[in-house]
């Protein structure tokens, strides 16, 4: 007897619209709600504040953040203040970064970086402003009385990922790891550290809010994990197909370490291996997957909108 073997169903191009058409009015929501909570105020903190947010970026974490509580059937309105949150955690992060102390950049998205448009001092302070402005948000989210365990797990969630045991110290071993100090472990702590930890908790925040179960949740933050590490590995590939910057730190990088070609092998295996942690979730979780695989094709945004 024929022994049937399981082949992979194709997905129909239709299929991929409405996951790409979902992910836009995703994105759509998650801007407008930006866009809300930083013109709240005209103060001269608040324009830099805008400018280092509005517009840009792909909003790779909120978003998602938002397809991980889909996968359990959270609606986005109940998810956004949190998705929002962590984009602004991630915005002030690289108001920071952009510093003369640090990595001393002159442009972000096309544009003067914040510490040159309006001074350092400024910059700094709406760093500080985004990165406060996350908790507001966060802990002003209006939940059931139910829920709030579970809103007070997703706040510590991200503060852990923000914090020393996440990106600010990714931070410290951006700046302190020497070049012969650099191994594959060494490397791959501080991508999951300063990259890592704030994708990571976008995805456990969904299912946390979701009620997801312990073992959905573990597979979820394999994910997380996975696609921390690739979105780094895909930054520096990119960034290895670009002029070196004369007059800026030389910083750890996974090019730099392991080469282009073993680099790109790296991406595509990081990449499988979040789509294969996705299996438990069949079709809820098609447009994570789809998250996933964007990264395998640098020059294009993740989300079109």
């Not at 976008?202 to 996975?226: C, F, S, T």
């Not at 780094?232 to 910083?251: A, F």
């Amino acid at each position: 007897m024929r022994r049937k073997t399981k082949t992979k169903r194709r997905r129909l191009p239709s299929e991929l619209m409405q996951v790409q058409e979902s992910l836009a009015a995703k994105k759509r929501l998650i801007e407008s709600e930006l866009k809300r909570l930083l013109l709240r105020d005209a103060s001269p903190l608040s324009r830099v504040m805008r400018y280092a947010v509005l517009p840009g970026g792909k909003r790779f974490r909120p978003l998602l953040l938002l397809s991980s509580g889909a996968c359990f059937g959270v609606p986005p309105r109940p998810l956004l203040p949190f998705a929002c949150a962590i984009e602004l955690i991630h915005n002030y992060s690289l108001v920071h970064d952009d510093l003369p102390s640090m990595d001393n950049d002159d442009f972000r998205r096309g544009k003067l970086t914040c510490h040159r448009a309006f001074g350092e001092d400024l910059a700094i302070l709406a760093g500080d402003g985004l990165l406060t402005l996350a908790f507001e948000v966060m802990t002003g989210a209006d939940v059931p009385a139910d829920a709030l365990p579970r809103k007070q797990e997703a706040i510590w969630t991200i503060s852990r990922s923000a914090g020393v045991r996440g990106l600010i110290g990714g931070q410290v071993l951006d700046i302190t790891l020497k070049p012969r100090e650099i191994t594959r472990p060494k490397i791959d702590e501080l991508i999951l550290k300063k990259t890592g930890a704030l994708i990571a908790a976008a995805v456990e925040v969904g299912a946390i809010l979701g009620r997801a179960r312990p073992a959905e949740r573990r597979a979820i933050l394999d994910y997380g994990k996975n696609v921390g590490l690739a979105f780094q590995v895909r930054d520096d590939i990119l960034d290895s197909h670009g002029t070196k910057k004369t007059g800026h730190r030389e910083r750890p990088d996974y090019v730099a370490f392991a080469g282009r070609e073993k680099a790109g092998k790296r991406l595509l295996d990081l990449v499988r291996s979040a789509v294969d942690s996705l299996r438990p979730f069949s079709s809820r979780a098609e447009e994570l997957r789809w998250l996933a695989v964007s990264l395998l094709e640098p020059e294009r945004e993740a989300v079109r909108a």
